[in-house]
């Protein structure tokens, strides 16, 4: 029976996915490229952030999976806790995200899933939403979707490239005009304080 190489196989949802977007340059800074797209879903602008920061597969995944201390990097993090924890690769966790007056905080569950794979020596992180998973609470809105994909390489022993692409309904009453002028804020803050946290 004729198979389909794994590989092609990627290839043709990688370009299926990237085809849906027209990304523009909205950030150059420190060598962290924050584009926006419109997204083919939504009101909001889809993020892809392009970098390359010091480190290594084993120091970026410690800290991306180190959940409570999100807040040390992630642009107005508040709090994060593991929800379920599955494997050390596939955990659901809860994060809260300051938002500035009058809006109200927003909070998401996310289930994030990482792979390593061997062949083109790449690390893929998945992150998806998970709404319905705790009861909503009081005061906070509940992000309704989110969808995170990180592929990481290693350029060279001490260098990774990042390549992040997001897509997120913030929920509630936030006009997506607002939400879309400062859409390069957070990602680049948060990229920014990364590359520091992967340098200690």
Same mark, same amino acid.
């Given at each position: 029976m004729f198979r389909i190489p794994v590989t092609l196989l990627f290839i043709t949802f990688t370009t299926s996915c990237f085809a849906q977007f027209n990304w523009k340059l909205a950030k150059d800074k420190d060598g962290i490229k924050v584009y926006m797209s419109e997204s083919p879903n939504s009101n909001y602008k889809a993020i892809k952030v392009d970098c390359t920061l010091p480190g290594n597969y084993a120091?970026?995944?410690?800290?991306?999976?180190?959940?409570?201390?999100?807040c040390d990097w992630m642009y107005n993090n508040k709090h994060s806790h593991i929800v379920q924890y599955y494997n050390p690769s596939d955990f659901v966790y809860y994060a809260e995200t300051k938002a500035p007056w009058p809006f109200s905080n927003r909070d998401v569950v996310i289930r994030m899933r990482i792979q390593t794979d061997s062949l083109p020596g790449r690390l893929s992180i998945n992150c998806i939403g998970e709404p319905d998973l705790l009861p909503? %609470?009081?005061?906070?809105?509940?992000?309704?979707?989110?969808?995170?994909?990180? %592929?990481?390489?290693?350029?060279?022993?001490?260098?990774?490239?990042?390549?992040?692409?997001?897509?997120?309904?913030?929920?509630?009453?936030?006009?997506?005009?607002?939400m879309n002028m400062f859409a390069d804020k957070g990602p680049y803050g948060t990229f920014s304080k990364l590359s520091q946290q992967l340098q200690r």
């Open positions: 120091k970026l995944v410690s800290i991306i999976t180190n959940v409570s201390h999100h909503e %609470i009081m005061g906070k809105v509940r992000v309704p979707y989110y969808k995170a994909d990180w %592929i990481v390489t290693m350029p060279s022993p001490d260098k990774v490239h990042i390549s992040y692409i997001m897509q997120c309904d913030p929920g509630g009453s936030v006009p997506s005009w607002i």
